[in-house]
């Protein structure tokens, strides 16, 4: 039988305020991940982890997610060029959203429209209307 990549926390305790990553993954294997600008604190994107990704991101110091909509391992900037460092990597409470603090290298963006950030629209009166 394949060992996981990560325990599972035996107690609300340990799980809370142990000192084990022992990340929740939902019924698909996967968990949220937040991108913010390690410098600016600006929230770069949403995207989500399996614990291959997060294996990966720990051992490379560059954040990998799992894409969705290809079901597949993703190096971020692997071929736009738009490579997250990794500069700290958090957990909530619950230990069920990743929160990583990134410095982005290539042209600066992280979006693949080329945004800087994939948040780059503000809602106004029920219309979309793009934001720097």
Known sequence: MKQPLFPTA???DILEKGDVLAPRFDAAGLIPAIAV???TGEVLMLAYM???AL???LATGE???FSRSRNELWHKGATSGQIQLVE???IDCDQDTILLKVTPEGDGGTCHT???TCFYR???NGKLKDKP
Do not use: C, D, L, P
């Open 63 to 65: 954040v990998h997610y």
């Open 37 to 39: 600008h390690a410098e």
């Open 10 to 12: 035996s107690t609300k």
């Open 88 to 90: 700290e990597i958090r």
């Open 55 to 57: 294996e990966r991101t």
């Open 114 to 116: 080329g945004a800087r």
């Open 122 to 124: 503000v809602v106004e």
């Open 50 to 52: 399996n614990a291959k």
